[in-house]
């Protein structure tokens, strides 16, 4: 089994920055692609930004310039720098995972708990 556990969350002004971090742990032989999703209230969870064990990343428009996605391979940890932060950016942020299980010879999608960011004055 793997656990992904999130921190960093909290309320901050519009404009202010917010780092989440995501950690990874268990039964982990490789992770392929880790990343951050998010869901307001009424709306569908949105891939946020992803990044590759390599370092490619991948960014929602409205993130763009303003949110960077960081990884450490050997912690199995990814955080996610959020900067000039909008009231449209208030929703629980999910960190994902891909989880190559080496004794199942497949690999594995994992979902952590969520973290609330609010973005209010």
């Known amino acids: 089994q793997v656990q992904l556990v999130e921190s960093g969350g909290g309320l901050v002004q519009p404009g202010g920055s917010l780092r989440l971090s995501c950690a990874a742990s268990g039964s982990i032989f490789s992770i392929n692609v880790m990343g951050w999703y998010r869901q307001a209230p009424g709306k569908e969870r949105e891939l946020v930004a992803a990044i590759t064990r390599g370092g490619s990343t991948n960014y929602a428009d409205s993130v763009k310039g303003r949110f960077t996605i960081s990884r450490d391979n050997a912690k199995n940890t990814i955080h996610l720098q959020m900067n000039s932060l909008k009231p449209e950016d208030t929703a629980v942020y999910y960190c994902?995972?891909?989880?190559?299980?080496?004794?199942?010879?497949?690999?594995?999608?994992?979902w952590g708990q969520g973290t609330q960011v609010t973005v209010s004055s």
């Open positions: 994902n995972a891909d989880v190559y299980n080496f004794a199942m010879r497949d690999e594995y999608n994992y």
